[in-house]
């Protein structure tokens, strides 16, 4: 084991408010309706038409001009730069990091084992900005978004683009996600170790990982006994 990669949200970091989607939802409708001045249920309508379209053309990831276009139609607006409205309220945000997320870094990084992350966003920025204010950004060598690929996880093209980032072989890596369908799945698929990581969404997929934990200090015990040559 030479680098391991992580996914972001849910494996990392996550919203520290329960209601982080309704929130969300709260600070796009009045973001837009500042710049717009249209109704809520009209701004709701085209935030949610957008979702399903974006989400239509996974596994390709569709940048924020891209979703922009989508919701500047769905507004009757001739405006691609409303798409700004998604990175922008994302800021505002508040995150926590998860369990055990620092002492693991710390942890690699004291054995010489290379980090990195594998995240399906199209502002990689942002959670850039998120790292950096919980204080792990330093502790990760290889940050690498969908954004700066084109393509979301399962698909093969990111991982093979975090491997080439890193110099490494998939037999020299180990993934650690909290989804079956994007993690598990897209790192089983090029021969890369899967750490399934319980700290999320409960999805399905193809392929078992190779390795569960409930947090990130289970990680750190397998590899203190050993675990993962």
Known sequence: MKVVFFDCWWTLIKPAREDYSDYLMSLRIEYLRQKTSLPEEKIREALLRTRE???ALYPREVPVEE???????????????LGRVYPETTRKLPVSLLPGVKETLEFLKGKGIRTGIISNTPYGDVEKEKLKELGVLELID????????????????????ALKRAGMDAQDAVHIGDRKDADVDGAKNLGIFSVLVKTGENTDGIHEPDLVVNDLHEFVEFLKKGGIP
Request: charged share 20%; aromatic share 16%.
């Open 67 to 81: 979703a922009g276009r989508f919701l500047s139609l769905f507004l009757g607006k001739g405006d691609s730069s």
């Open 142 to 161: 290889y940050p690498v978004f969908s954004i700066d690929v084109g393509v979301r996880k399962p698909e093969p093209g990111i991982f093979l683009y």
């Open 53 to 55: 379209v974006v989400e």
